[in-house]
């Protein structure tokens, strides 16, 4: 079920988040979100290099992505543990 944007608004602040909108992410978080592609292509093509990894995984490690991506836990896919 989707959720309103006042109700993502409420569930970041609740998980401790400061994101003002989830659904309009700062330029900042989008050029994260957007090396996080770039790099997992890259690690996934034949000349893929484990810097692609080890900068996928630093990315995925701040704490700005990590906020953005529990509050969209509705829109995204489930993690596999």
């Known amino acids: 079920m989707a ?3 006042s109700q993502l608004k409420r569930l970041a602040v609740q998980r401790g988040g400061t994101m003002s909108d989830p659904l309009k992410p700062s330029l900042s978080l989008l050029c994260k979100l957007g090396s996080i592609v770039v790099h997992a292509d890259e690690a996934s ?3 893929g290099h484990h810097f692609d990894v080890a ?3 630093t990315l995925l490690a701040d704490q700005e992505v990590n906020e953005w991506l529990k509050t969209m836990t509705v829109y995204l896919p489930a993690k596999r543990n």
């Open 45 to 47: 093509s034949p000349g």
């Open 3 to 5: 959720k309103s944007k």
């Open 55 to 57: 900068t996928i995984r």
